[in-house]
């Protein structure tokens, strides 16, 4: 492995139930302080490839068939979810999945909880979350169901961020949102990259704002990668831009 390289997927293959075939062979690279994009339509396999990543897959009763993921330098089949956490990747699903009957602060908390910090830590790493999304204070003893998609979506990153990762796999962070709120919400993201080093593998099917945070993206097609660059070269690829917003 180089120095630079944080997530190496080699060749993977996932299969859900012993039958459906989610990822026929996806490989990619996330480097130490990227943003890396994921795109692709509807059951491209996006969320497979993430959950594989995180160790989710085995909760969907889905498993990696063939092929390898290197985290760090080290081999991550078959660790357990909590302790890829633990070794610095979270997973922020789609659908954000907050508990909407908690408060916001109490969402939070429940992020640090893996990490079993001190009473003292705990606080400090709330006060961070909140400097970073600010709407979340300002709600902070609201319960979360009653917020907005995108505060939910805020409350879903910052609650991921209470586990301190290194690297934070994002899937579809701009579901149901308006423009100006995804807007909000990536430019938060490249502002952590920039300035705590965070690194982020989003899976997104809005290709044009993701190729405009992102410094590599892969596309996937029927669980393989079909095409992959620098994200200002596919963003100026018309072939990809027509398939994105004419066909689908
Ligand atoms: P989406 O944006 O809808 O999540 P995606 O690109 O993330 O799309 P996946 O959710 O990874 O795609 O789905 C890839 C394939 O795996 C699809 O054919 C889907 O039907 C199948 N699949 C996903 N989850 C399951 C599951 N829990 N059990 C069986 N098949 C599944």
Redesign the pocket.
Known sequence: ASPAELLAVNDIEVI??GA?L??AGVSLRVERGGIVALL??????????LKAISGLVQA???RVSRGSIRFLGEDTAGVAPNLLARRGIVHVL?GRHVFAHLTIEENLRSGGFLRGPSRQELERELERIYAWFPRLKTKRKTQAGLTSGGEQQMLAIGRALMTRPTLVLL??PSMGLAPIIVEEIFEIVAQLNEKEGMSFLV?E?NINVALRHADHAYI?EN?RVVGEGAAQELAAREDIQHFYLGGK
């Open positions: 859900y139930d459906i989610a990822v692709g339509a509807n059951g491209a396999g996006k969320s497979t490839t969907d009763r889905a789609e899937d579809e899976a099917q996937l669980g």
